[in-house]
């Protein structure tokens, strides 16, 4: 029904509902009239039939399909809410998570590879005692636009929390992250934000896990993997990208 209201609009949904409850007033007041074999003139009866539901339907229907399409405009700003962050308009951890373990248990049956980036901007709480929370905000929503520029429409970017993002590389080797981190990379450097007219520059950290279709692994055991190559980066000096391998899950 919401569909409907959405696709005809209220305006022509009301005159529907108006000449439907016209022709069925006048039909059931015909009926009535054969069946008690009333001696109205005809034109009178109708006339007659139609006058009421000519009042009350446009009134009535205008207040309900109002009520409807509140409800639904409502009930899309909670879907939003509770999908995508307010701040970046990429998905929000609930809903990443969500996606992701969709798409794992997808390549489970496939076979297919695929690589989790775990992504955090480099001192990030210098740019907001530097410039303020304000500027820290339009740094996040400037590398928000950018993820979604940057990843294709089969991968899957959110934000995990405060400066930290996540990317699902769909069907993606861990070699092949290279190219994609270094256009990031570029893109950062090209859209820098600026707090009244001074440029912030920032960089990310990256820490990367693949999946191995032959093994037994979680879409956590991955997250997970790719989260201890992030801290190996953010402690050997930041600004740079690491794949996870068994000898950083060693250390």
């Known amino acids: 029904m919401r569909l409907v209201v959405r696709r005809l609009g209220r305006v022509k949904l009301m005159l529907i509902i108006t000449a439907i409850s016209v022709v069925m007033a006048v039909i059931l007041n015909l009926l009535i009239s ?6 109205t003139p005809l034109t009178q009866s109708m006339l007659r039939a139609a006058i009421i539901p000519l009042i009350i339907a ?8 109002g009520l409807l399409l509140d409800l639904d405009k409502l009930e899309e700003e909670m879907n939003k809410l509770a999908t995508y962050d307010d701040l970046t ?3 929000n951890r609930r809903a990443l998570f969500k ?5 794992h248990r997808l390549t489970v049956r496939t076979k297919e590879t695929y690589c989790v980036v775990i992504i955090d901007l480099d001192f990030f709480k210098k740019i907001n005692d530097k410039y303020g929370h304000a500027a820290g905000d339009t740094v996040l929503k400037s590398f928000g636009a950018i ?4 990843t294709r429409d089969c991968d899957i970017a959110g934000r995990l929390g405060g400066e930290e993002f996540c990317i699902y590389l ?3 080797q861990q070699d092949q992250v290279g190219p994609i981190v270094e256009r990031l990379n570029d893109e950062i450097q090209n859209n820098l934000p600026k707090c009244d007219d001074t440029q912030i520059n920032y960089t990310i950290s990256l820490g990367v896990a ?5 093994l037994e692994m979680s879409f956590e055991d991955i997250l997970n993997k790719a989260d201890i190559a992030l801290y190996a980066a953010k ?5 740079r990208m690491l794949i996870y391998s068994d000898e950083l899950g060693n250390k």
């Open 210 to 214: 693949e999946n191995k279709p032959d």
């Open 89 to 91: 308009g990429l998905y």
């Open 147 to 150: 993820l979604k520029k940057v």
């Open 170 to 172: 769909s069907n993606t």
């Open 58 to 65: 446009p009134v009535v229907s205008w207040y309900l399909l």
């Open 235 to 239: 402690n050997s000096g930041r600004n």
């Open 34 to 39: 054969y069946i008690f074999n009333y001696q």
């Open 99 to 103: 996606s992701c373990h969709l798409l």
